[in-house]
């Protein structure tokens, strides 16, 4: 399987090989900000990942960095420091993904302007 994706300019390009696992939007405080809404990711190990291009990396916590275009400022990559995967935002990804969303997380954080009802596992 290989997935291929871009953020909005064009200037970062990534491919994932593998079969993405954790297919899940999240509702935190940091990728409501980042993405002035919700997050839809997936993640493969860091191998598997290819990334076209140079994102800047936002380091946002002491453990976790986010990766993003420096010119159009898409919001593609989040990467924890102590795990070999990284993951990449579904949003990005050129045709259709061929994934299933499997959870919501963080919906404790979530805005008060939505209700989640589409019936997908909630932590
Ligand atoms: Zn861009
Ligand atoms: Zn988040």
């Known amino acids: 399987?290989?997935?291929k994706g871009s953020c909005l300019c064009g200037a970062i390009?990534?491919?994932a090989k593998g079969t993405p696992q954790?297919?899940?939007v999240c509702h935190c405080s940091q990728c409501r900000r980042m993405?002035?809404?919700l997050w839809a990711s997936a993640y493969v190990k860091d191998d598997e990942l290819t990334i076209f291009g140079t994102p800047q990396?936002?380091?946002s916590s002491g453990t976790a960095r986010r990766g993003f275009c420096p010119t159009c400022g898409s919001f593609l990559f989040w990467k924890h420091d102590a795990e070999d995967t990284t993951?990449?935002?579904?949003g990005a990804i050129d045709?259709?993904?061929g994934?299933?969303?499997q959870k919501h997380i963080f919906t404790a954080d979530k805005g008060d302007y939505y209700e989640d009802a589409d019936g997908v596992e909630q932590k």
């Open 22 to 24: 954790g297919v899940s």
């Open 13 to 15: 390009r990534f491919e």
């Open 35 to 37: 993405s002035g809404h």
């Open 99 to 101: 994934l299933t969303l």
């Open 1 to 3: 399987m290989s997935l």
């Open 95 to 97: 045709g259709p993904t």
């Open 57 to 59: 990396w936002y380091v």
């Open 87 to 90: 993951s990449f935002a579904l």
